[in-house]
Structures are given as C-alpha cells and as structure tokens.
C-alpha cells in the first residue's frame, strides 16, 4: 500500500526558507522508473506543479520558481525534501507530495494528505 | 513552457446532463495527459491518462479523448457526487503543468 505524507511548518515568516518533508511508505525511490512530485495549491486557487525527483536523482524544477526550490531524497529513509527559499505571502498554501511511476506512465497515481503553509509575520 | 489551459472555468448543469470539459495544449503532448478530479476539502484524484485510459475504480461514465494539443473530459451523465473541480496535466516532459481548473457545480 502506497502512502505519502507531507511534514514542515504551518507558519513561516517572510523571507524565512521552508523545509518540507514528503515521507512515502509502500515504494522506493532506488526503483527504476520511481518519480516524487510536489505540487502546491493555494486557498482557493488552482494546483501548481513545482519540482520532481526520480529513482536516478535527476531533478526538475518549476520555471518561474526553479531559483528558490531545492528538491534531494534520502532513499535510506524513504523520504524527498523541499526547501524554498524568501518565503512571500503568496506562498502560502498547501503542499502536497506525490508519486509518479515512469514505468506505467508519468501521471500521478497518488497524492499525499497535503500540509498547509502560511506565510505571515 | 508549454501552458495548458482549460475551459470553460466553471459550469453548472442538471443531474443527467452530458458535461464536457476541455483542455488545451500550447504546443503537443501526444497522449500525454491526465485528469484529476478534486471535490472540496479533498485530495486530488486521478480519473483518466494517458488522455483516455480510465483509471481503475473510477465510474465509466467519466470518459477522455484527444491528442496533440486539444484534449476533452466528458461527464456522460452529470450526479451530485461528480461536483467538484476537474484538473488536467501534461506529464510529457518537466514542467508537469496543471491546467487551470473546471469547477463543476449542480444546477
């Protein structure tokens, strides 16, 4: 059974850095063909896709925020790890981990809980 | 990058109505594309990839087609329970963009 969670601050300040953490049971991400995804959407707003990992530990990153994300894995502990940098109120919204089985096809198969991040002094 | 965008943003129909949705792709993805279904409060859910391929579980009156660059979600037979907001994405290459949402609402 493939299960996602999302963990990291419900506040941060401005121009703070965001740490999150996506810890993920059921897969590995030393699989071939294993992707990790986050995603994040805003209250009320659309989903926007932001950064991927894979089993290879190539990276991808959204083009309009790829300066301030940083996306690594620690396959030991089965976790993928985001951080964005100068934190703004239009940040605020929630996160979500997913994964991706290149093998059956680039979509996401499934989604974690989601975590809400607020960005306020 | 290659933008997706969705119409119409929102729209409201009677149960029992044939509801299509519809997502373009600024340039083509081939097949390269997916459908989420999100109802309020919840987590995404995948419906349909590789443009037309049902995922499994999910009721056979949700049905997708298309290719290249236009792309169309149909809803045979609108219920109460299809209220929700529908996504599409293209998974060809990074970055993953999401089209920018179909709320649909009973009228």
């Known amino acids: 059974q493939v299960t996602l969670r999302e963990s990291g601050p419900a506040l941060v300040k401005p121009t703070q850095t965001l740490t999150l953490t996506c810890t993920f049971s059921?897969?590995?991400?030393?699989?071939?063909?294993?992707?990790v995804s986050w995603i994040r959407q805003p209250p009320g707003k659309a989903l926007e896709w932001l950064a991927l990992?894979?089993?290879?530990?190539?990276?991808y990153y959204s083009t309009s925020l790829k300066t301030r994300l940083t996306i690594s894995k620690d396959t030991s502990k089965n976790q993928v790890v985001l951080t964005m940098t100068n934190m703004d109120p239009v940040d605020t919204a929630t996160y979500y981990c997913?994964?991706?089985?290149?093998?059956?096809?680039?979509?996401?198969?499934?989604w974690g809980q989601g975590t809400l991040v607020t960005v306020s002094s | 990058d290659i933008q997706m965008t969705q119409s119409p943003s929102s729209l409201s129909a009677s149960v029992g109505d044939r509801v299509t949705i519809t997502c373009r792709a600024s340039?083509?993805?081939?097949?390269?594309l997916a459908w989420y279904q999100q109802k309020p409060g919840k987590v995404p859910k995948l419906l349909i990839y590789?443009?037309?391929t049902l995922q499994s579980g999910v009721p056979s009156r949700f049905s997708g087609s298309g290719s290249g660059t236009d792309f169309t979600l149909t809803i045979s037979s609108l219920q109460p329970e299809d209220v929700a907001t529908y996504y599409c994405?293209?998974?060809?290459?990074?970055?993953?963009?999401f089209g920018g949402g179909t709320k649909v609402e009973i009228k």
């Open positions: 590789a443009a037309s």
């Open positions: 340039q083509g993805i081939s097949n390269y």
């Open positions: 059921g897969f590995s991400l030393s699989t071939s063909g294993m992707c």
């Open positions: 990992i894979d089993w290879d530990d190539d990276k």
């Open positions: 994405q293209k998974y060809n290459s990074a970055p993953h963009t």
């Open positions: 997913a994964r991706m089985d290149i093998l059956t096809g680039y979509y996401i198969d499934y």
